[in-house]
């Protein structure tokens, strides 16, 4: 049974850091393109970053325009974990954060910043920015 469990979220002020996690079970992360996504209330939820599978592709990252400089995603292959790391945080950076994975990887661009390629999906850990 594949399983995606994020972890890592939390409260944090402006300015401030955090990393989250994506561990996986039932599944090799090395096979997968794996996607951060987040979802404000009331909002549509948005792909916030990707890195390619490091086996079906060249294990290349992607990021929204609104976090490019701020985030960073990576892999441990060794602790089958995808991270995210959220650095100089804003306000509206806030809502629940979720990681997603799909076999392969071979599209390039904007492509697995949507929520359309993915077949697995966490049930997301919460991302609070406030003073």
């Known amino acids: 049974q594949v399983q995606l469990v994020e972890s890592g979220g939390g409260l944090v002020q402006p300015g401030g850091s955090l990393r989250l996690s994506c561990a996986a079970s039932g599944l090799t992360l090395d096979y997968y393109t794996v996607g951060w996504f987040r979802q404000a209330p009331g909002k549509e939820r948005e792909g916030v970053s990707c890195i390619r599978s490091i086996r079906s592709s060249d294990g290349s990252t992607n990021y929204a325009d609104s976090v490019k400089g701020r985030f960073t995603t990576s892999r441990d292959n060794a602790k089958n974990t995808v991270y995210l790391q959220m650095s100089s945080l804003k306000p509206e950076d806030a809502g629940t954060y979720y990681c997603?994975?799909?076999?392969?990887?071979?599209?390039?661009?904007?492509?697995?910043?949507?929520?359309?390629?993915?077949?697995?999906w966490g049930r997301g850990t919460q991302v609070t920015v406030s003073s």
């Open positions: 997603a994975a799909v076999r392969g990887g071979g599209y390039t661009g904007s492509y697995y910043l949507t929520t359309g390629p993915y077949d697995y």
